[in-house]
């Protein structure tokens, strides 16, 4: 597993050209607005989401998991603790299909997933992230993160 962060950035090619730099590896994913680096040391995953607007530059927190039962032991463990949101079963975005378990904002508004790719080319299989973001004029995946 490793720590997810997600953040809103002004510029896309800017902050990948940063962070490339920072930890010496290329971007794993890019799309239009959107770029994620998995990172080895530190086990970090990095989403970076082109907003000039965002009012905050923290997107969201998370953990990537890569069990399919640590995923649902972890929405168990909210919904016992009475903070989880939801639960996701192969929703895609960012742009991969994902299972996720999502908790409730922290006493600062923090919202921390817990999820674990299940399909990391979703788009390339069958156009479903291309369809629902691309072609609706979004640089952005909307509506999966936020």
């Known amino acids: 597993m490793r720590v997810q962060l997600a953040l809103n950035v002004r510029d896309i090619d800017e902050a990948v050209a940063y962070y490339t730099k920072l930890f010496g590896v290329e971007p794993h994913k890019r799309r ?28 969201h927190l998370g953990v990537e998991m890569f069990d399919h039962d640590d995923v649902m032991a972890a929405g168990d463990h909210l919904e016992t603790q009475g903070i989880l949101t939801q639960r996701e079963h192969g929703t895609v975005c960012c742009p991969a299909e994902q299972d996720k378990a ?33 072609e609706k004029g979004e640089t952005a995946p909307k509506g999966c993160c936020d």
């Open 32 to 59: 239009p607005g959107y770029a994620n680096f998995a990172i080895d040391a530190p086990p970090l995953k990095l989403v970076l989401f082109e907003d000039k607007d965002a009012t905050e530059r923290l997107n």
């Open 102 to 134: 999502w908790s409730r904002g922290d006493p600062q508004g923090m919202r921390w997933e817990w999820y674990r790719i299940t399909d990391d080319e979703p788009d390339k299989d069958d156009g479903r992230w291309v369809t629902e973001t691309i």
